[in-house]
């Protein structure tokens, strides 16, 4: 069944407040599901200096057409001055939680 969602992939600080952004996501029905993961550890470069910190990454499901949405909510509350923030296709899922997810992403405020 043809559709376009997509999971938007985020890194946040810890100490960052992510139940307000995902209340905001899921009452404006941007986002049909969020998924918070445990601490990971990140390594990066970041102003010609290897960096490692502690953050959380969360799973965005939604639809393509929000992304600009999301990017631009996310983008005003992230402490990070270039926050990892990119999608990733989902090629099949079942037909139960597609509907489901349609129903809802139907619905977001315009």
């Known amino acids: 069944m043809p559709h376009d969602l997509i999971i938007i992939q985020v890194s946040f600080p810890l100490s960052f407040n992510i139940e307000s952004l995902c209340k905001t996501l899921i009452q404006s029905k941007l986002a049909v599901c969020i998924h918070e993961f445990p601490s990971v550890t990140s390594h990066y470069e970041w102003r010609a200096k290897v960096e490692t910190s502690q953050e959380t ?36 899922m079942s037909t139960p939680y597609l509907k489901w997810a349609n129903q809802i992403l139907s619905n977001a405020h315009k």
């Open 57 to 92: 990454i969360i799973h965005i499901k939604t639809s393509n057409t929000h992304f600009s949405a999301i990017e631009t909510l996310i983008l005003s509350k992230h402490p990070y001055d270039v926050p990892e923030l990119f999608s990733i296709p989902i090629d099949q």
